[in-house]
């Protein structure tokens, strides 16, 4: 079974501050995301990454920056964290095979005071 | 950018059907569909390609009309099991790029 996980459940940071959140699979996937979730707008992609070192952006990259230093690792970094920012985030992952379903970690709740 | 997914909630009896549509302005490459029941992390159900093929899981199926760059899930006979926000994720363009975009959902509430 694959698995996501995401380092922290809950994250409470000050305006300003440098974050980082981690997200590691184990099934030697290509692929990882990292979405945020808030109420009615459903599941927003920040950033994407086919290949270690490699990224994308997604619809909502202002803000955050990705690492991808491993094929196991992708982590999610807000430079200088806002109120804004406030929200649940998801990591997920999948093989390149045109049906590879997405597996997502069980999210980070990020609030920022 | 987001597909645009129908309706937004609804409220069905046990054993009463629902359709969850979901369309795109753009050439669709793929569609998927997750599940997400309250506090827990999305779980896959299914994933459609171009071709206009349709797929079953159970008593949920779904279709992919690519020339309409729509696809509809079909909840037969709905359980309290189904209750939980659905969600389409769309893979745009003529060609597989693996990214997927998700609509905002549409939240299903099961009666008994």
């Known amino acids: 079974d694959v698995k996501v996980t995401q380092s922290s459940r809950y994250l409470v940071k000050r305006t300003g501050e440098k974050v980082f959140l981690e997200c590691v699979q184990d099934m030697d996937h290509e692929n990882m995301f990292w979405y945020r979730q808030d109420p009615g707008l459903g599941l927003r992609l920040i950033y994407f990454?086919?290949?270690?070192?490699?990224?994308e952006k997604g619809d909502i990259p202002e803000g955050y920056s990705v690492s991808r230093e491993k094929k196991e690792r992708f982590s999610l970094i807000l430079e200088s964290a806002s109120t804004n920012q406030t929200s649940m985030y998801l990591c997920a992952s999948s093989s390149t095979g045109a049906r590879s379903p997405l597996h997502f970690g069980n999210g980070t709740r990020l609030t920022v005071t | 950018q987001q597909p645009v997914q129908s309706p937004q909630a609804v409220i069905l009896r046990e054993g009463e059907d629902a359709v969850i549509n979901c369309s795109s302005s753009k050439a669709l490459y793929s569609v998927h569909w997750y599940r997400q029941k309250h506090g827990e992390a999305p779980v896959f159900l299914m994933i459609l390609l171009k071709g206009g093929e349709q797929k079953g899981h159970e008593k949920i199926s779904a279709s992919f009309n690519e020339k309409k760059q729509q696809s509809s899930l079909y909840l037969t006979a709905s359980q309290l099991s189904y209750s939980g926000t659905y969600f389409c994720?769309?893979?745009?363009?003529?060609?597989?790029?693996?990214?997927?975009?998700f609509g905002k959902g549409t939240r299903l509430h099961i009666l008994p």
């Open positions: 994720g769309t893979e745009r363009g003529l060609e597989r790029d693996d990214k997927i975009i």
């Open positions: 990454s086919y290949d270690v070192k490699m990224k």
